[in-house]
């Protein structure tokens, strides 16, 4: 039997999808953008530096792909709603929000001024749940949505001293838990994409130490630490019709290493 495209287009295509990518500019947030948007949907990503933004949308078009970018801070609840005023300007309404922007401050909890609780909250947990609130009940109105989080092994479990950081992405897991309650019953899948060790710019600092990635890397079961790429079919899959019973779920993409 030959493989049948419409049978695959059925599950997880997402032409005529709108989608709204926070941190699309960069790592992870920059391989689901292409990945949503080469699975059909058009694509607005958001993020601060304009030059990043401007790369990305112009890497997408050159694939085909229609794309936007909003320049917004969304450590500040004006810069969510601008963020999301100005989104809506490109495409219209989105039908897939996904939150990938995230900051990592990283000092150990008894170093934790006022200012890194407040930033990474901010980001990390108040902007998704803000975007949440904006776009949710649009999404259950028109019967489809689905939100995906990027939340970290941190939800789960502490990590090289990085403090509030796994506060925030707890949080963020227990957002979508309450997002799906909610908006599940209306057609609006809220779930969360767990990394490991991902090599990306967040990570600078651990990845340029090479004796710590390959003791990360021995630490999963597939041998090797993360790449962004690895998170594209696990968002078009959660993006898709194909996940519409999959909701408010955690779904580890960590080479095996929260199991191992
Ligand atoms: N890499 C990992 O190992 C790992 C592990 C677990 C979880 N994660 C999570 O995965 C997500 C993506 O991380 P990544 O590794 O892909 O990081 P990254 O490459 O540093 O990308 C972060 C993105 O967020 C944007 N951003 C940061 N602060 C922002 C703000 N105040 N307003 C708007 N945009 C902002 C950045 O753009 P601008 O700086 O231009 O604003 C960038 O596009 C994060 O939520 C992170 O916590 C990553």
Request: proline share 3%; glycine share 12%; no cysteine.
């Amino acid at each position: 039997m030959t493989t049948s495209q419409a049978y695959l287009s059925d599950l997880f295509s997402l032409d005529g999808r709108v989608a709204l990518v926070t941190g699309g500019s960069s790592g992870i947030g920059r391989a689901v953008a292409e990945a949503l948007a080469r699975a059909g949907a058009r694509v607005v990503v958001v993020a601060r530096r304009e030059a990043e933004l401007a790369k990305t949308v112009g890497e997408l078009e050159a694939l085909g792909a229609r794309a936007a970018w909003v320049s917004a801070d969304l450590g500040t609840r004006a810069g969510v709603r601008a963020a999301a005023k100005e989104a809506v300007g490109a495409f219209g309404e989105p039908d897939i929000l996904v939150n990938s922007a995230g900051v990592n401050l990283r000092p150990p909890m008894g170093e934790v001024g006022e200012d890194v609780w407040d930033t990474t909250l901010a980001v990390n947990l108040e902007a998704p749940f803000l975007l949440g609130e904006r776009f949710g009940p649009g999404m259950a109105e028109r019967g489809f949505g689905r939100i995906i989080h990027i939340s970290s092994q941190q939800a789960h479990r502490a990590f090289v001293q990085s403090g509030v950081y796994g506060v925030s992405k707890g949080g963020l897991e227990s957002l979508a838990r309450s997002q799906a309650e909610a908006w599940s019953p209306y057609g609006v899948t809220s779930n969360t994409l767990v990394p490991g060790f991902v090599m990306t710019p967040l990570n600078a600092r651990l990845s340029s130490d090479p004796g710590r990635v390959a003791a990360l890397a021995a630490r999963t079961m597939v041998g090797r630490n993360g790449l962004a790429e690895d998170f594209a079919g696990a968002a078009v899959f959660l993006a898709s019709r194909a996940s519409a019973y999959v909701t408010g779920q955690s779904l580890f993409v960590d080479g095996g290493l929260s199991v191992h």
